[in-house]
């Protein structure tokens, strides 16, 4: 600090005194930091590769071949082609369904949705359609029908006691040689939005 | 005939240095030793001598989650305001540390990494590859750049004040942490002990590894891969230490002519942790001892 001829400080210095690193002490710390970010890249690539990893799955019968998650559960023995879940998940177990019915002269895409939709309203507690959409584009280009709907789920295991879910499902209708193939993605609601590209996924390696 | 007394001259007496700063490997083993303490002391309590409601896990575990914290006041910070030299700004490192925790490193694992979706499940390479490259270099580089930031310039004064100041940033990363647990899902009280012992130690003890690091770097001028290389085996020992527990403490699942399941063993990763921390403790202490006695022997060499 100086000061003019009357005490009143002129110039005041304000800072500190910073003892500068030497080369190796600021490369030391770039080190650190490079290897930091290489580190997040290959744990993003690691969660893809393991969150989107796929297994095969092909059914002579209906030559339906589809890629379903690692670590679901393939199940083929209801009243469906095959259906594959994610058994780690708490909670409602998320689900792909896939299933094949015959389609007469007489009948249309609407009429077997009515049909689900009345089966389903039977079965299920609190059943709603939400939306139907007869312009969806399947991943081959194809115009096919989408019904998007909800319902309530309730564990059937009281000693569990617990809430029940709401589900939000989402059928994707094609027609192929008078059949038609209806694949099914069943989610909890809240994560519904999160889990459908999975589902997406799964269309997209769909063969049928 | 005269006789005299002898005259004896008294050797010089050899004066003790004083050393003007707080002890820190004393604070680090009363910190450690108490904390070990109480969790068994929650154990016994939990499991043969209370029958505690479940309504009363949230606070008790939030109280538990605290413990950590007021130790290493009671042992690291309060004995620094007797030292000639105190350490400043350990509250802030502590205090910067755990909100760092909350606000960016808990968020970038839970949010963008998503370990819970995939890496539980993986197999036990893919575990000890996911939790190093993910969640131990995460927690690691929040904890290094806290305390490279705060104190690298003005603050890091000896090779222990890295020690000093790493520690308090990994108290209060894994206070965090801990708290957070306690509020999403409280445990009983024994438990949530194990948990807030777990943390600590997982958060501390590659911590001290980085401290280390930061110290050698700071003081020695070493190669300029010895910060890295610390860096990489303190995200090395969390990820392999973190794999091999669950793989010990977890249930297990065991098909030998019939069905059977294995319970939980909670003191096993206790144990774990324990090793974990005082091991790393002596290692790196001991590493710390060997530097500054070279640096001694140098600086003798030199007045020589």
């Known amino acids: 600090m100086t000061t003019s001829t009357n005490n009143i400080p002129a110039i005041v210095e304000i800072g500190r005194t910073e003892a500068r690193d030497t080369l190796r002490q600021r490369w030391s710390n770039y080190f650190v930091l490079i290897y930091a970010a290489v580190c997040l890249i290959i744990a993003i690539n690691l969660r893809d590769s393991i969150l989107n990893a796929t297994v095969r799955y092909s059914d002579v019968a209906t030559g339906i071949r589809a890629n379903y998650p690692a670590n679901w559960l393939v199940d083929d023995d209801g009243d469906y082609v095959f259906q594959v879940r994610d058994a780690s998940r708490v909670g409602f177990k998320t689900a792909i369904i896939v299933d094949v019915q015959p389609l007469g002269l007489a009948t249309t895409t609407r009429n077997l949705l009515d049909a689900l939709s009345l089966d389903r309203a039977q079965t299920l507690s609190g059943y709603r359609t939400l939306e139907i959409d007869e312009t969806y584009i399947l991943p081959d280009g194809s115009t096919g029908t989408a019904m998007l709907y909800t319902y309530v789920n309730a564990e059937v295991n009281p000693v569990l006691q617990t809430f029940p879910t709401i589900v939000e499902g989402l059928d994707v209708i094609a027609v192929r040689q008078e059949q038609a193939i209806i694949v099914t993605f069943l989610a909890d609601a809240r994560t519904f939005d999160e889990e459908r590209p999975i589902f997406e996924r799964f269309l997209n390696a769909l063969e049928f | ?304």
């Open chain 2, 1 to 304: 005939m005269r006789t005299s007394a002898p005259r004896l001259i008294a050797p010089p007496v050899e004066e003790q240095p004083i050393y003007p700063y707080a002890r820190v490997w004393r604070s680090l083993a009363l910190f450690g030793a108490s904390l070990l303490i109480v969790t068994m002391v929650m154990w016994i309590l939990d499991s043969f001598l209370l029958d505690i409601e479940r309504t009363l896990y949230t606070p008790i575990a939030m109280g538990v989650a605290l413990i950590p914290a007021g130790l290493w006041a009671l042992f690291a910070l309060l004995p620094e305001r007797g030292a000639l030299e105190p350490r400043r700004g350990l509250l802030a490192v502590f205090a910067v540390s755990a909100l760092v925790a909350n606000g960016v490193t808990l968020p970038v694992i839970e949010g963008v990494l998503q370990i819970e979706r995939w890496l539980p499940l993986a197999d036990l390479v893919t575990r000890i590859i996911g939790y190093t490259v993910a969640v131990g270099v995460a927690h690691e580089i929040s904890k290094y750049l806290v305390v490279r930031l705060l104190t690298w310039d003005s603050l890091l004064r000896t090779r222990m004040d890295s020690i000093a100041y790493v520690t308090a940033a990994a108290v209060g990363y894994a206070t965090a942490l801990n708290i957070v647990a306690a509020l999403r899902d409280p445990a009983a009280p024994a438990a949530a002990a194990f948990a807030v012992f777990g943390t600590i130690a997982f958060s501390l003890a590659p911590g001290l590894i980085v401290g280390y690091g930061l110290g050698e770097a700071r003081f020695s001028n070493p190669n300029a891969f010895l910060l890295v290389i610390s860096f990489a085996l303190a995200a090395l020992i969390f990820g392999v230490a973190t794999a091999l527990r669950s793989n010990l403490v977890n249930a297990g699942f065991v098909l030998v002519e019939q069905v059977q399941t294995s319970a939980p063993s909670p003191i096993f990763g206790l144990a774990i942790s324990a090793i974990l921390l005082f091991g790393m403790s002596i290692i790196v202490a001991s590493l710390i001892a060997s530097a500054e006695r070279r640096e001694a022997e140098i600086r003798a060499g030199e007045a020589k």
